[in-house]
């Protein structure tokens, strides 16, 4: 038995998407949201979901890379909206509760992946990318933040395999039970290998970067992250199933709005945009996107969907690098979506900075770094004790600039991540 457990963790490392789900609640204002997410019931259902498109992978059938994708999260949506209306309960909780997780995973697997672990080559690049990252990142990130508990195995399998069915992945519920006691496997799997010292170290020494810089909640694309673009997606489905239809928009940038400090060039240099609904490739090169220095200057800029069609992570870097020291606007917009329904009706403007942060006044603070601080560490290998003691560090240290603040209060939500540390997932496959 002991060979599919290992089998699973390979092909899983979900004890951080259940981390992410947690964070993402955390953070959502009071309000009808929170409410359905404190019943019990949901909540289960929301971390079973966190799980539920990587059982795909564990018993190798389709039904698990498309679980990943918004077109199946929008059938779903529509299918829940046509037979329930709030106060969701019962049945109707399960199901609302199953969508959210997978909304969560999704969501977490492209900024993971077209985020930080893009970043993660580049600082390990030394290391052999033959070795799985999303194992190692999962143990190392257990191991500091705590072995998981698992959900619930017993779901609605009948009618989610009817629902994928209907969305032209044919699948029968034993093989979608089978898979979701694969990823629970997997999470049990690594909950224990997280308690290994030993084995900690030595994923850490494979991907050193990778490992420790999950912790650190001003990393792009890393668990905190990942979780505040959740809190962002669940907020957005909440709306469109309460008959709110205005665009969505951009949910969450990186860097935020007014963020300083951004590298002139590399994958540091890279800005991403996380959108409410997904583009296709074919629409990024008739986007309009521009970004002007300080000066007026029109920087040359990449763009590209991180992934596939109906991904949401719009990717825009500099081809000769940004204006040194210089603030730039990115403009994009007016954009319609995937289904060519209005994404952006107004241009959207993001600025940011290649010049230095302003100085932190935060009463326990380190030195600014590029990316906005907590960058100690860099390039250290920590003991698994050393890691541990570095997400205690983590969880006092609140690092965040006033434009950080800014952009939660317009969008409403509260921020408690310094509480938390950070954890990894699994990325999809590349299909397109
Ligand atoms: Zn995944």
Do not use: K
């Amino acid at each position: 038995m002991w060979w599919w457990i290992a089998a699973a963790a390979l092909a899983n490392g979900d004890g951080s998407h259940l981390w992410i789900s947690e964070t993402a609640r955390d953070q959502l204002p009071v309000g009808a949201l929170r409410d359905f997410l404190e019943d019990p019931a949901a909540w289960e259902a929301v971390r079973a979901g966190s799980l539920f498109p990587d059982g795909g992978y564990g018993v190798d059938h389709p039904y698990g890379e498309h679980a990943h994708w918004p077109p199946f999260h929008r059938a779903y949506r529509g299918w829940i909206a046509a037979r329930w209306q709030p106060p969701y309960q019962g049945e109707a909780a399960l199901h609302l509760g199953l969508l959210l997780g997978m909304i969560s995973h999704g969501t977490a697997d492209q900024v993971y992946d077209g985020l930080y672990m893009e970043r993660a080559r580049e600082e390990d690049g030394g290391s052999d990318w033959g070795q799985s990252f999303d194992e190692a990142t999962e143990v190392c990130f257990l191991a500091a933040t705590g072995p998981q508990e698992l959900p619930p195995l017993e779901l609605p399998y009948d009618a989610l395999a009817a629902l994928l069915t209907a969305d032209g992945v044919a699948v029968d519920a034993n093989t979608l039970r089978r898979g979701q006691a694969a990823v629970n496997l997997a999470v049990l799997w690594a909950s224990g290998a997280s308690q290994d010292p030993e084995r900690v170290a030595a994923y850490q020494a494979q991907f050193p970067w990778g490992c420790v810089h999950q912790i650190d909640e001003d990393q792009p694309g890393a668990p905190a992250h990942e979780a505040r673009v959740v809190a962002h997606a669940w907020a957005q489905t909440w709306a469109a199933l309460s008959g709110d239809l205005a665009p969505g928009g951009v949910l969450d940038s990186s860097p935020l709005d007014g963020g300083a400090g951004l590298p002139e060039a590399g994958v540091g240099a890279r800005v991403g945009l996380f959108l409410a609904s997904p583009l296709l490739s074919a629409q990024v090169p008739e986007l309009a996107l521009r970004v002007v220095d300080e000066a007026g200057v029109e920087v040359e800029i990449s763009r590209r969907l991180f992934y596939r069609d109906h991904s949401q992570l719009l990717l825009i870097e500099p081809v000769a690098g940004w204006t040194p020291r210089a603030a730039h606007t990115l403009t994009l917009g007016p954009v319609d979506d995937a289904w060519g329904e209005a994404l952006l009706t107004d241009p959207w403007r993001l600025h940011f900075s290649t010049a230095p942060p302003p100085a932190d006044t935060g009463e326990v603070r380190e030195e600014p770094a590029p990316s906005g601080c907590s960058q100690a560490g860099r390039g250290e290998r920590w003991g698994p004790l050393g890691l541990l003691a570095l997400g205690a560090l983590r969880r006092r240290r609140r690092c965040q600039t006033p434009h950080t603040d800014r952009q939660i209060g317009e969008t409403g939500l509260t921020h408690t991540q310094e509480e938390r540390v950070t954890l990894p997932c699994r990325r999809p496959r590349r299909t397109g």
